[in-house]
């Protein structure tokens, strides 16, 4: 009979924020997280290692060794049940390690595997439990997204003044925000595989898009423009509806203003990510052009907060679709 426990919920959510490890050197697989515990003490762990493999459970039983049988594991995904050449399927390595429980956060949409390897665990006698984890789902939101609407989860970010400018009216933009936030930025670029911003932008300021943090610098994701006109130094798409082209699960859009109205107005943001600086600039850029809004009611009920911090006296909030 399954049981739910009180800590099933916090040990996926554990599992969920040990899988940013693998985010993005994991794709094109999701990014996985894996606990194994034994009497309330973990004994495996395990993240999806760069280009897919091993994956999370793999690597978790790997560490966790004779301590996995009859112990209880935690995953954000569905264990896979298909054959691979890379390796043979976790749900084989679970029923062989014979752990007692197995706490899965999300289903895998993948058609090879959706619901076959909970069926499986069953099926060998594992008792093997679905919850409908928001971490475990947060945590593959790219994944979940590429899935579901074949194309990469988008994050807009914008850093503008408490007026809401992005620059001064003659442009001068360096900096809005801090260097805290500066920094804050840079991490998060880093959990993307591509980044993005307009054609005026690129022309304009020549932007380096990298990721400038120690022992990060290899996670600069690649560098796309939109626009219809011949660049060089990146890939490019013309509108914004051909992201779905971008290989990649996370796409990380940083503007200028009329690219970030287009991606709102085409309703492809999934994630609303805003620095603020406590400065007032008034007559400058604005951070967003026209979003051709018909009426103010469809404004309300898009977005709901899911984060704020402080970043010196930079504020970041942080807004996800709802859908």
Same mark, same amino acid.
């Given at each position: 009979?399954?049981?739910?426990?009180?800590?099933?919920?916090?040990?996926l959510a554990a599992a969920a924020r040990l899988a940013l490890r693998g985010r993005p050197a994991s794709s094109?697989?999701?990014?996985?997280?894996?606990l194994i515990l034994r009497n309330?003490?973990?004994?495996?762990?395990?993240w999806t290692q760069p280009g897919g493999r091993?994956?999370?459970?793999?690597?978790?039983?790997?560490?966790?060794g004779d301590a996995a049988t009859g112990a209880d594991v935690y995953a954000t995904l569905e264990p896979c049940a298909h054959q691979s050449p890379r390796g043979p399927a976790c749900t084989d390595r679970l029923i062989e390690a014979r752990p007692a429980r197995v706490v899965i956060g999300q289903v895998d949409p993948d058609p090879r595997t959706a619901e076959q390897g909970i069926e499986r665990l069953r099926a060998a006698g594992i008792d093997a439990v679905l919850l409908d984890c928001p971490h475990s789902a947060a945590s593959l939101a790219?994944?979940?997204?590429?899935?579901? +609407?074949?194309?990469?989860?988008?994050?807009?970010?914008? &850093?503008m003044s408490l007026d809401g400018c992005i620059a001064m009216a003659d442009g001068a933009s360096q900096w809005i925000t801090g260097e805290a936030a500066r920094a804050h930025v840079h991490s998060r670029r880093a959990l993307a595989e591509a980044i993005l911003v307009g054609g005026g932008t690129w022309r304009a300021d020549s932007p380096r898009l990298d990721v400038r943090l120690p022992g990060l610098q290899d996670r600069s994701p690649a560098r796309w423009v939109l626009t219809s006109q011949p660049i060089e130094g990146a890939q490019t798409i013309a509108a914004?509806?051909?992201?779905?082209?971008?290989?990649?699960?996370? +796409?990380?859009?940083?503007?200028?203003?009329?690219?970030? &109205?287009?991606?709102l107005e085409t309703d492809l943001v999934d994630r609303l990510e805003i620095y603020r600086a406590p400065i007032l600039i008034g007559d400058g850029l604005r951070a967003l052009g026209g979003l051709n809004?018909?009426?103010?009611a469809h404004a309300?009920?898009?977005?709901?907060p899911v984060e704020t911090r402080q970043f010196g006296a930079d504020t970041f909030e942080a807004f996800a679709r709802i859908r």
């Open positions: 009979m399954t049981i739910k426990t009180p800590s099933d919920a916090r040990w094109p697989n999701p990014a996985v997280g894996c309330d003490r973990v004994v495996g762990r395990g091993p994956h999370a459970e793999a690597m978790a039983l790997e560490m966790a790219g994944y979940l997204t590429r899935a579901a +609407l074949g194309r990469p989860h988008v994050t807009l970010k914008l &850093a914004p509806a051909d992201i779905a082209a971008i290989p990649a699960q996370y +796409l990380y859009v940083e503007g200028g203003a009329k690219t970030a &109205a287009s991606f809004l018909a009426e103010l309300h009920g898009r977005w709901q």
